[in-house]
Structures are given as structure tokens and as C-alpha cells.
């Protein structure tokens, strides 16, 4: 889809007016507008490689939108909190739904942030919405589908690329861990609509020949084989940009302290990029993209790009470790291999749900009332006011009496039938709810004895934390200072090694430039210069 296309539905969304379902601001909207103006005002558009040039471009979107600072397991978090994972992939959610879920997402970043590094989560909250809308709602119809919503997420959040492809492969595999062509290929469809939505559609189009050019349809996928073909280097060229947007994110703060050629930066961030043909020549990652260059570097000369940063010290000497074969060639870093198939959940069905009294599992309300808030637990991470807490307590205690009261109604009906059995069938089941009853009453009385020492510790802990507030030991306060001396005089004798080492450093460059002027003087003998040269090579 092209610019004036995308321009025109963004334009529709301003004008429209949703139901209850479908309501949205022009404030928002205009959000958005301001968002992709100030993308187009990053000039990533000069970038000459394509693969760069997107992975830029979604590196700003996924910063506008905070999404940076969102993991995967929140993600998968947020989707299991709304009830995303018991939809079909293929059902289609309205603005109201997904608001929640995003708004969610932000309320609980903010929760884990410090207090002055929070994001408005208002604003967040309507240009991610805006932009779903902008990328997925192709129709005009306030809709998206679940799972472009759970791809858009996964691929823009942070985390690991593993971790996401891993969850992408469980939402496109079946019930014995082999990939479906078919939700693979939706998947590539969802995947391909992120680079339309930053004008990059020509380079990255989605096509029916993508899929079998990535997976053969015949073959049976498992997920170690997903992982291994769109984590490999070079990946598959319609998806070659999703590895990259994460190395990117990850050099973002290495800083190299070098000055680049083109520019003359003192030191820059980012990739660094080193040509193979000029002497220690180096651009910085803005230069190389642009194509920038000075002295006698030429674009077509090769380049290698660098993710860190060692300092001529640590070369010299990794060089000559590596010369004394005292370094092993550096290797790949090999994907972990998961189980082919995936784990089966387990079947809890025949357990008996524990009693909503507390008296019934050993524990009294006067303990309870010292040692742990059952709302707490049940509320998990997210924070509720004590009407709340009440009120899920009691919900919980009504659930767990209607369940109770049902596997006795099933066991009762079960019980009827007992006369029509044989009289070897009826000692075999009364044999097993015997067992079953006297592994009840082991598993109860074991719970008491926990309780009863998780009871015992946490009051051992308290009397050990008032005797140490009421009185301090001077053994141990001699100990620290003894300990202080002896930080202090390792600090200094620290501080004179990095004095001594910064003085060999200094006699060392100044050894290279009285090599390297010996090599450059033309009194050099004919004899010692191809020698010094091979020396060099």
C-alpha cells in the first residue's frame, strides 16, 4: 500500500465516528500524524540499504511507543490476563478490547519503572492503538484480529529474538509440535504488514512464492528446526531486517572511542564499521549508512562492521595469544535445542480441590491473620484495594464450595450404580477410594506440618530481628572496620597498578611510532624493508 493510500485511510479514521466499540479522538489520531512526521524528520529515507533502513525505522516506532521497554514474558503476560490465548487466532477483537489490553500493558510497566522514569500511559496507550489500527485495519472497521495483534507485540516488544520465535512457533504449531504451513503463512502476512506501515512494502512485500521458499510444505517442522533456519546469518531475505532490529537495540549504548573519517566525531554509538582496504579507517554508523566518505575510501571498498569495541592493548595482546594458539577460534553461538515435541499439560481433574476453610487444612484464623494474605496471593502482582481483596476472597471461598459440592454430587451418582456391579468390581473401587482417602489424609497432614513450620520460622525470624535491633555485636562491628582497612588499602594499592600500567601504555605508543617511523624513513636498506613487510603481513 502506498503513502497517499496510507494517508487517506488515516484520514478516515479522523472523520469517522465509532459505536461503543469503535470510539477513538482526533487527538489521538493526530498523535500518530505527529509520530510519522517526526520519522520522516529523521531522514532514515538516505539510508542506501533497505534491511537497515526498516529496522531504523521500527527502532523509532518501538521507542515512540515505550514498546522498548515492554519484555516478551509481559507481553504473554498481558495476553493471558485478557483471555487472548483462549481465542481463536482468527477472531477479531473491537478498539474497546484492545485498549484494554494495551492500557494494561502500560499500567503494569509503570509498576515495575522507577517513580520519575514512568511513561504517560494515556498517551502511549492511543499512539500504539492508533498505530495498530493504522497497520492491521485494513477494512476501516474498527477490528483486529488476535493474532496480528499477538505478531505486531512480539515482534516490537524487548526480549530475546529466541524467546519470541519461540512463542510465534506455539501460536502457528499443532498438539504434536509441528508448524502449520498455513498459519506460517499468515504469520509472514502480519510479519510483512510492519515494513508497509513505514512506506517499505517495495522491499519487503509479502508474496504467495515466500513461504515455500523459506519451508517446504511437505516437510514436518519442529520448532528447533524453525529456529535454526529464521535465526541463521543470513536469514531469510523477507525476514532479514527482524534479527538486525535486535542488534541494533543492543549496540545502541556500546561506544566506540574513535574518531570517525567521514564526520570527525571524537567517539560515536551504535555499529562501527572498518574498511579492509584503507589504513585504520573507520566510519561511524550514520556515515556508512548515508554513504559518506572521505580521503581515498571509495563506497565499493569492503567493510566489516563491529558490535564492540578493544582497545589497541587488548588487539596487541589477543593477537599474540592467537599466534601462540592460546585463543580457539571463535565459534557461532549455537541455538539451544528444545524437545521436538511439546509438553503435555497436566490432567488435575481427578484432584480434590482443598477445603475454603483454613481450619480444615490445619491452619487457624488467628494464624492466618499473622502470617499470609490469601488475597495477596490470589491477586498476584496486581495491586487491589482491601474491598477488592475482600470481595476476590470470598468469590474464591464460593468457587471452591460450588466445586466441592459438585465432585460430591459426581461421586454420589458414581455411588448409585454400585449395586449393578459385580461384587469383584465393587472391593476393586472400594479398595481405590480407600487408597485415595488414606493419601488425602497423608497429603492434609503433611500440609499442617508445613504450615505449621512456615508458622514456626517466620516467628523465629522476627525474635531474631528484634535481638538485633535491640543490641549490636562489637566482634562483628570490629570485623567490618577491619574489613574497611582492608578495601582501602586495596584501593590504593589498585589506584598504583593502573598508574604503573598507564605509564607502560604511554611507553608503548610511543615504541609503535618510533616503528612505525622507521618503517616510513626512505634510509632504509633495501634489504630490511620487503622483511619488515612480510613481518607486517
Request: glycine share 4%; proline share 5%; net charge positive.
Amino acid at each position: 500500500m502506498n503513502e497517499p493510500t496510507k494517508c487517506r485511510r488515516l484520514a478516515s479514521l479522523d472523520g469517522r465516528r465509532y459505536s461503543d466499540d469503535m470510539m477513538t479522538t482526533a487527538h489521538s489520531v493526530g498523535e500518530h500524524r505527529h509520530m510519522i512526521a517526526k520519522m520522516k524528520g529523521q531522514n532514515f529515507d538516505a539510508i542506501r540499504f533497505a534491511s537497515y533502513r526498516l529496522a531504523s525505522k521500527l527502532r523509532f516506532v518501538q521507542k515512540k511507543t515505550h514498546l522498548h521497554l515492554v519484555d516478551i514474558w509481559n507481553v504473554i503476560e498481558a495476553f493471558r490476563e485478557n483471555g487472548f490465548h483462549t481465542l481463536d487466532p482468527k477472531t477479531e477483537i473491537g478498539i474497546s478490547r484492545l485498549e484494554a489490553l494495551i492500557s494494561g500493558l502500560y499500567y503494569q510497566l509503570n509498576k515495575r519503572l522507577p517513580t520519575t522514569q514512568q511513561v504517560n500511559t494515556d498517551n502511549c496507550t492511543n499512539l500504539l492503538l492508533n498505530w495498530l489500527l493504522y497497520t492491521f485495519n485494513a477494512e476501516d472497521n474498527g477490528r483486529l484480529r488476535v493474532f496480528a495483534i499477538k505478531v505486531a507485540l512480539g515482534i516490537l516488544c524487548a526480549g530475546k529474538l529466541m524467546d519470541k520465535l519461540r512463542y510465534i512457533f506455539s501460536q502457528i504449531s499443532d498438539s504434536n509440535g509441528h508448524m502449520i504451513a498455513s498459519k506460517f503463512q499468515e504469520f509472514l502476512k502480519d510479519a510483512l504488514a510492519l515494513p508497509a506501515a513505514v512506506y517499505e512494502s517495495p522491499s519487503f512485500a509479502y508474496s504467495d512464492a515466500i513461504t515455500s521458499s523459506i519451508f517446504d510444505g511437505h516437510s514436518k517442522v519442529n520448532v528447533n528446526e524453525f529456529l535454526d533456519v529464521l535465526m541463521s546469518d543470513p536469514g531469510p531475505r523477507s525476514l532479514i531486517w527482524l534479527p538486525l532490529l535486535h542488534r541494533m537495540a543492543a549496540v545502541e549504548g556500546v561506544e566506540h572511542p574513535v574518531p570517525c573519517d567521514a564526520c570527525n566525531k571524537s567517539s560515536f554509538t551504535g555499529f562501527r564499521y572498518k574498511c579492509q582496504r584503507c589504513y585504520n579507517y573507520q566510519l561511524c554508523q550514520e556515515c556508512f549508512w548515508r554513504g559518506r566518505t572521505s580521503k581515498t575510501h571509495s563506497l565499493d571498498h569492503d567493510v566489516k562492521e563491529y558490535a564492540t569495541f578493544k582497545s589497541p592493548s587488548k588487539q596487541l595482546g589477543h593477537s599474540i595469544r592467537k599466534s601462540f594458539r592460546c585463543v580457539p577460534d571463535k565459534r557461532n553461538p549455537e541455538i539451544p535445542r528444545f524437545p521436538d515435541e511439546p509438553e503435555k499439560t497436566l490432567n488435575l481433574s481427578h484432584i480434590i480441590p482443598p477445603s475454603p476453610l483454613l481450619s480444615h487444612n490445619g491452619y487457624h484464623e488467628s494464624h492466618h491473620q499473622n502470617s499470609f494474605d490469601l488475597a495477596s496471593i490470589h491477586s498476584g502482582s496486581t495491586s487491589r484495594s482491601p474491598t477488592k481483596q475482600n470481595s476476590s476472597l470470598e468469590s474464591s471461598k464460593v468457587d471452591d464450595e460450588h466445586r466441592l459440592i459438585a465432585r460430591y454430587a459426581a461421586r454420589l451418582a458414581a455411588d448409585a450404580n454400585h449395586a449393578a456391579r459385580s461384587p469383584s468390581e465393587l472391593s476393586l473401587t472400594l479398595d481405590t477410594s480407600r487408597a485415595q482417602r488414606e493419601l488425602i489424609l497423608q497429603l492434609e497432614a503433611k500440609n499442617r506440618e508445613i504450615m505449621q513450620e512456615i508458622a514456626h520460622l517466620r516467628r523465629q525470624q522476627e525474635m531474631e530481628d528484634q535481638a538485633l535491633q535491640s543490641q549490636q555485636n562489637p566482634t562483628l562491628l570490629a570485623e567490618l572496620k577491619v574489613l574497611r582497612q582492608r578495601k582501602e588499602e586495596l584501593e590504593q594499592h589498585l589506584s598504583t597498578l593502573q598508574e604503573s600500567r598507564r605509564e607502560l601504555m604511554v611507553q608503548l605508543e610511543g615504541l609503535m611510532k618510533l616503528l612505525k617511523n622507521h618503517q616510513a624513513s626512505p634510509r632504509s636498506t633495501p634489504n630490511t624493508s620487503p622483511q619488515i613487510g612480510r613481518a607486517h603481513v
